[in-house]
């Protein structure tokens, strides 16, 4: 069952940019950078500790290992700020003296506190660095596939992926997401991000609509949440306004977005099998929705038809219909592979 559910398009727009003014345990510049223990903060269901049943409030330390049954979910705060969230039959641990994550398998989304220096995140296919950002990452041990996705705009730079061998590396910025299967690395690909909001509870306290929710966290929680949300929210509010942008250009059927803008020359499907994507991991976890597929335009499309009603029905035919022509087209927030 969904925990829960953002309504994100209704909210968006008229937000303003979230202050980070809350009171925290400890400057952020004091910090400690090195992890060294984790709080399991919330749990679900089946989860193990090195394969005993575990609690809230039990502590992990390095090499330990922490484990998600069927529908179960575990929280982790780290020492340090960090805000580990995992998904259904995940195993996650931590060495000691590093800032370092490793997923084994499963689902995990990672809320890292700017200003803490580089953090690398391990599966068995790709490694990863990110600095101050929230990003999701999904093993499947089965297929020996890993997906990485970006959700924030970091002022420390974009993510890097580099697949195990070390012979490709890739850059991520917000909203984009790779596969890395079987030692090759994937295109880089877009996702659109209001769908991943409304349905990866893992998310929620990063997206319009959440302010209530994070209020009800404790104080470390809301620090991290606050400070990641603040990066999280920009390139959300971007990528609804570009869409928002080809709606007044008059898109209202998957035809007319082919046909009307060239900007959906790169949107065309991929030959990129779904499963490189999916990874067959339990939809109510992590998936996204690629910009560059059929789904993808065509919820653009149906969000297009569902815009019309909000339309001022004042304006005169005449004047819409010229606007709408001669306006020039949206620039898109997203690099073009």
């Given amino acids: 069952m969904k925990l829960h559910r953002l309504s994100v398009l209704s909210t968006l727009f008229g937000i303003g940019m979230l202050g980070v003014g809350l009171w925290v345990q400890m400057p952020l510049a004091q910090a400690q950078a090195t992890l060294t223990s984790a709080e399991i903060y919330a749990l679900q269901n ?5 394969n ?4 809230v409030g039990a502590s992990m330390v390095p ?8 529908r179960s979910r575990a929280e982790l705060i780290f020492n340090e ?4 969230r995992t998904g259904e039959g995940t195993t996650f641990r931590f060495p000691a003296g590093q800032r370092s994550f490793e997923l084994i398998d499963g689902s995990t989304l990672l809320m890292i506190r700017p200003g803490l220096g580089a953090s690398r995140i391990n599966t068995p296919e790709a490694n990863i660095v990110a600095s101050g950002t929230a990003l999701f990452v999904q093993h499947d041990a089965a297929s020996d596939a890993s997906v990485v996705g970006v959700l924030t705009e970091s002022p420390a730079g974009p993510v890097t992926v580099t697949s195990r061998d070390g012979e490709v590396s890739v850059q991520l910025n917000a909203g984009q997401f790779v596969s890395v299967a079987n030692g090759a690395v994937g295109f880089v690909e877009n996702f659109i991000l209001p769908v991943f909001y409304d ?7 990063l997206a319009p609509g959440d302010t209530a929710f994070v209020a009800q966290q404790p104080a470390a929680i809301q620090a991290t949440l606050n400070a990641v949300r603040a990066e999280s929210l920009p390139p959300l509010t971007a990528q609804v306004e570009w869409i928002g942008g080809l709606c007044e250009q008059g898109v209202s059927t998957f035809d007319q977005l082919l046909q009307q803008t060239p900007l959906m020359q790169w949107l065309v499907p991929t030959t990129l099998p779904p499963a490189q994507i999916t990874l067959q991991m339990p939809e109510t976890d992590v998936s996204v929705m690629p910009l560059r597929s059929l789904t993808g335009m065509a919820w653009m ?4 038809l569902a815009q019309r009603p909000s339309q001022q ?6 004047t819409t219909s010229s606007s709408t022509n001669n306006s020039p087209i949206p620039h898109s927030p997203f690099p073009t592979p």
């Fill in 52 to 55: 005993q049943s575990t609690f």
């Fill in 63 to 70: 090499q330990d290992a922490l484990r998600t049954g069927a």
């Fill in 46 to 50: 089946d989860v193990t500790l090195n």
């Fill in 313 to 318: 029905p004042s304006e005169d035919p005449a």
């Fill in 301 to 304: 499309s149906n969000y297009c």
């Fill in 199 to 205: 349905t990866v509870d893992m998310a929620v306290g």
């Fill in 81 to 84: 700020g960090t805000l580990v």
